[in-house]
C-alpha cells in the first residue's frame, strides 16, 4: 500500500524536527516525519547530557572519515541515529553565530540569510531553548582563571562571541538536553494528529516523477507527498540519499549504475568542517567527574587581527578519552585534561561520495583537512599559544607535564606532523548542498520541484561557533520558505 501525505520530512534530527513541528502549526496538511533510528523519549542515555558516554554503538550510524588526502578512513565521525539526531548525541554547547557569518553567507549569494534576517529566527528558536551553564568545575574555573593570567577578558559568551574566555553556554535545562526532538515534538503522545512521527524508518530513495519530488521509497513502504520533500538527513546523508536517488555528479553516478534523474555535479561536494587538534597535560591529582558535561570551558582568539571574528574556539576538556572510548593516540598514565583548539572558518574543503548504490552501504567522507594552508597557519599558531596555558601560576597548580605533544615537538615541522597525526574533527559538516551550490536561497534543489533541503548542508560556509544554533535557526527559516514557495 501507498501511503500519502501533504509533506514529507526525511531525516528527525535537529532541522527536521523543527521542520516538521512549525509545518504541523501552520499547516492543515499531514505530514510524515521519518526517522531512521529509534524514539529518544523515554530513553536516559539520549535525553541526558550527563549521560552521553552511555550511548551504544547502536545511537550511531558507525562512520568513518579520512581527515587527510589519501587517508585511511580511520577517524570514527559520529552521527547520530536516533530521534532528535546529533542534538542527542552532541556536548550542547549554544553559541550564536555572530552576525559577520551571515554578512558572509549573504556576500556569497544567500540573498535573505543576512544577520538582520536571521536575528529573528534566533529569537524563535530561544522561544522553545533553554540554555543555561553548566556548575563550574573546579578545573574548568583553573581555565578560565589561566586565560585572564595570560591577558584576555572573561566573556560571557552567551551575550557576545568576541576574543575571550569563558564557559561554554549550553542547550540544557540541568542534565536535560533541550534538542529540538525534546524542545519541539515531546511528548510525542500530544503530537497534533496531522503531524506523524514514524521512527525506525529510513528513507532509501527520492521519487522524481517529471522533474519534480513526488515521495520516497522507504523501509516500510512507498510514501508519496503531495506538496514538498524536505531532505533533513544531515550534512553526510542528504548527500548520500540524492545521490542514490539520482541527483549528483553524472559520471560518479554513473559509477554505481545509477540512473540520472540530474545531473548536480556539486551535490557531496565543499564538505566544511572545524579541525582541531589538542593538547594534554597530566595533572597533579585526580580530577574529579564533570556534573553536566564534560566540556564546560572555552576561550576564543582572534590571530588575525583583521579577522571579521575570533579564528579559534577552543574546548577544555575534563576527560582526554573520545565520543568512543579511549584515544590511542592520546593514551597517558594517570588523570589529565586536555584543551583542544579549533580553526573557526576553516577553508578545506572535502566530500561525501558513494560508496555503493546500496543504501545500507556507509559512504565515503573524505574531510581533506589542511589542504588549504591557512588552516595548518592558524592552527599551528593556536598550539603554540597553548602551549603557555603552562606559563600561568593556575595551570601550574593544576597540571604537572604536557604529555602530548611533549616538549620534543618545537619547530614548524614538528607541530605540523604532529598536527597532522592527531587532527580532530568538532563533528560540524556542512556545505555538502549550499545554497548557490545545489539549492536556491529559498532552499529549492534547482531544476527539481517541490525538493527542499533544510539541515547543516545548506551552509554556504562554515561559521564562526559550533553549528547547532545555526541548523536550528536555519530550519526555523527553512519552514517558513516551505510554506511561502507553496
Ligand atoms: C559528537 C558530536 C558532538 C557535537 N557537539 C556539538 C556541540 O556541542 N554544539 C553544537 O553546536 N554542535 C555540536 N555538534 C553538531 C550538531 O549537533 C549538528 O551539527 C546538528 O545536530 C546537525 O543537525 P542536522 O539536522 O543537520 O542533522 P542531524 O541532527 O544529524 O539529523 C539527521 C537525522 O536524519 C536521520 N537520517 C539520516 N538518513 C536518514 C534516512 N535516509 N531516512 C531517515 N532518517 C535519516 C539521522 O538518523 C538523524 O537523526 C556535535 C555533533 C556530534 C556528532
Redesign the pocket.
Known sequence: MIETCDFLV????????IIAKRLAVKSAGRIIL????KKDEGDAAAVDLFR?DDQTDDY??GFKAATLKGAKPELN???????????????????RPPDSDFVEWEQLGAKGWGAADMASYFHRVMENTTVEEAPHHPASQIFVKAGTELGFKKIDFQKQITEGVGY?P??AKGRLRQ??SITYLHPLSKLPKHLEVWIE????KILIGNGKAIG?E??RGTIHASRAVIL???????P??MMLSGLGQAQHLHEFGIPIVADVPEVGEHLRDHVGAPIVWETHGPVPPWEI?P?EATMMLKLDHDAPAPDVLF?FGLRVRE?YGEDPRLSVNGPAVKASPNVTRARSEGRVRLASAD?RAAPIIELNYFSDPYDMRILMKAMRFTRRLMETPSFQALCKTEVHPGPDVQSDDEWEGYIKSVCET?????GTASIGRVVSPDLRVKGIDNLII????IFPSLIT????????MA?EKAADLVLDGI
Not at 34 to 37: I, N, T, V
Not at 77 to 87: K, S
Not at 232 to 238: E, L, N, P
Not at 426 to 430: A, D, G, R, S, T
Open positions: 526525511i531525516g528527525g534530527g535537529s532541522a527536521g524536527c521519518l526517522e531512521a533510528g552521553l550511531d550510524w565521525y559520529a552521527r547520530a541515529r536516533i530521534l532528535g539526531g546529533c542534538a542527542n548525541h552532541n556536548d550542547c554547547a549554544f553559541l561554554f549550553l542547550n534538542s529540538s524508518t529510513q528513507a532509501t520516497a522507504t523501509t533533513t538527513c544531515g550534512s553526510i546523508q542528504t548520500q540519499l558535561c566540556f574546548h565520543k543504501y568538532v563533528y560540524h559538516p556542512c533544510g539541515d547543516a548542508s561557533t559550533n553549528i547547532n544554533c545555526a541548523v536550528m530550519a
